[in-house]
């Protein structure tokens, strides 16, 4: 486990804590091989009945690092950081319960979609920016976001990339609770510990069943990789991370 993901289990939960708040949780290679292997391994724990996830500080996480995803994009023909937890997560067969604590955007927000509970603070918001950096929405999101929100409302998140609040969210049907700030821990940490508490089988073959009934989310993802590394090394996609870097607007006027 890096020194940026926390993990203990108490009362029946795993708890997973991001600890880069001065980097906004920005999910770096290292913290996202400690997830995938947190992840795998609640499988395989029998005291492991729930996972639990939070950030720290004021942020759920601001989604990949930009520096290390673009350098990470260029190496191992173009397999990303993401892509190993992303698996790990379309496919966990234990309960995961979301806390979001703060900002959750791109990959914070997209990985929402494949938890079985999110509970959100007041003061958290949401974004998915893919398309202002020149690539698309990963994590099979473009199949999950229209299936919870609707094909309307999902393609408006999508494609004008704001940013919306923790309300908006549950209506939209990706956050099943608000707290108040001050309660957000409390509260979800006592319903994971509630789930905890029933039957580990029955609480799995409950989440197998329902997402038997949906499409193959790890297939959709590993399809999704090789598109989304070329979209990467873009010339649009490497003008919106330039930018971003440099802290200025992008122009993209000179690409057809």
């Known amino acids: 486990m890096t020194e940026f993901v926390a993990s203990e289990i108490r009362e029946g939960v795993l708890e997973l804590r991001l600890k880069r708040p001065e980097k906004k949780n920005a ?23 729930v996972v639990w996830l939070t950030g720290s500080g004021d942020s759920f996480t601001s989604g990949n690092d930009v520096t290390s995803f673009v350098d990470g994009s260029r190496k191992a023909g173009g397999r ?32 929402l979609l494949h938890c079985d509970m999110v509970f959100a603070a007041r003061s958290a918001f949401f974004r998915f920016p893919f398309v202002d950096l020149g ?14 929100a609707g094909h309307a409302r999902a393609m408006e998140m999508f494609l004008l990339g704001d940013r919306f609040d923790a309300d908006a969210a549950r209506e939209a049907g990706m956050v099943n609770r608000v707290c108040d700030d001050g309660a957000l821990e409390e509260e979800s940490l006592a319903v994971a510990r509630r789930l905890a508490q029933k039957p580990a089988s029955a609480l799995r073959a409950t989440k197998a069943r329902v997402r038997a009934a949906g499409p193959d989310l790890a297939a959709i993802i590993d399809e999704e990789i090789g598109p989304f590394g070329e979209m990467v090394r873009s010339p649009e996609a490497q003008e919106a991370f330039s930018a971003f870097l440099e802290k200025r607007k992008p122009d993209f006027s000179r690409f057809d």
């Open 27 to 49: 999910l770096n290679p290292d913290m996202y091989a400690a997830l995938a292997s947190a992840l795998r391994a609640a499988d395989e724990d029998p005291r492991v009945r």
């Open 80 to 111: 990303l950081p993401a892509h190993d937890f992303l698996h790990a997560l379309a496919t966990l067969a234990t309960p995961l319960v979301a806390a979001v604590n703060g900002m959750a955007v791109g990959v914070g927000a997209t990985l």
């Open 135 to 148: 690539v698309f929405p990963e994590a099979a999101s473009t199949v999950l976001l229209p299936r919870i």
